[in-house]
């Protein structure tokens, strides 16, 4: 089992900035890649983000490039979601999950998966 938990969301203007961060306390998750995705309620769960163990690959979806980074500590066991100039359309609950292999942006490719933080993003 690899319990991941995630955290910082909240409500925020348009505009405005969130960190969020996704953190386990096993050894175990330096081992694997992340992934952000995030849902809104009656839709499927859409690939935002995505890096490999090593931190050398890094995936963006189209939708959130230039504004939206990814990035990983593994000696903190974290993995970090910055996200800037945040929109109304950015709104969702934000799941970080744990890859085991396949596509980075398909859901199916992970394995362990956060409850999930929600972010609101207000005009």
């Known amino acids: 089992q690899v319990p991941l938990v995630e955290s910082g969301g909240g409500l925020v203007q348009a505009g405005g900035s969130l960190r969020l961060s996704c953190s386990n306390s096993g050894r175990s998750f330096v081992s694997y890649g992340t992934g952000w995705f995030r849902q809104v309620p009656g839709k499927e769960r859409d690939f935002v983000a995505a890096?490999?163990?090593?931190?050398?690959?890094?995936i963006h979806a189209d939708s959130v490039k230039g504004r939206f980074t990814i990035s990983r500590d593994n000696a903190k066991n974290t993995v970090y979601l910055q996200m800037n100039s945040l929109k109304q359309e950015d709104t969702a609950v934000y799941y970080c999950?744990?890859?085991?292999?396949?596509?980075?942006?398909?859901?199916?490719?992970?394995?362990?998966w956060g409850q999930g933080t929600q972010v609101t993003v207000s005009s």
């Open positions: 890096i490999s163990w090593s931190g050398r690959t890094i």
């Open positions: 999950a744990a890859h085991e292999s396949g596509s980075y942006s398909e859901s199916s490719s992970y394995h362990y």
